[in-house]
């Protein structure tokens, strides 16, 4: 492995930090509430990774976005795959009859605590479909629900 990271070869390097860093760092990234908090994070760790693999240390002050340039890599590309993972786990949760299904359309009647709502594990749906009721018929025709995610997603 030394001599791989300390090669010249950027494909690669690339290859292998998608193949082996990334999903261990994204393990279970389908039950994730993402904030913005996370979502920067998860930017950050990225960019940390592209950084490490060229061998680019924070004194050169080069910016992010001609680091991506140079392995051309498209722009959050971790984040959105992390999207992607959610929102084909919620096509795949509604299109089975289960336990998952009835835990997620389930509603707890009552009133909540005081304060600040807390996020939800939906917003990232909403956020790309507009409501859970519309994204629940998206599912239905399984082909239509890949391409609008994959619309979403890019």
């Not at 690339?14 to 039950?31: N, Q, S």
């Not at 140079?70 to 984040?79: A, G, Q």
């Not at 919620?90 to 605590?113: C, M, S, T």
């Not at 939906?122 to 009721?133: A, R």
Request: proline share 3%; with cysteine; charged share 35%.
């Amino acid at each position: 492995m030394k001599k791989l990271w300390r090669g010249q070869d950027k494909v690669t390097k690339l290859h292998i930090l998608k193949a082996c860093a990334f999903p261990v760092a994204t393990y279970a990234c389908e039950t994730w509430v993402l904030r913005k908090r996370d979502e920067k994070f998860i930017t950050a760790f990225e960019n940390k990774c592209y950084r490490r693999s060229l061998r680019v240390p924070w004194t050169q002050h080069r910016t992010n976005d001609s680091i991506r340039k140079e392995l051309r890599v498209s722009n959050d590309w971790l984040l959105q795959y992390v999207k992607k993972q959610k929102l084909c786990y919620f096509g795949h949760i509604k299109q089975q009859d289960g336990i998952k299904k009835r835990v997620l359309e389930a509603y707890i009647p009552g009133k909540r605590r005081r304060g600040r709502p807390r996020c939800k594990w939906e917003k990232t749906i909403t956020d790309v479909f507009g409501s859970i009721e519309q994204a629940s018929r998206m599912t239905e025709d399984r082909r239509w629900f890949q391409n609008a995610v994959r619309e979403a997603t890019l």
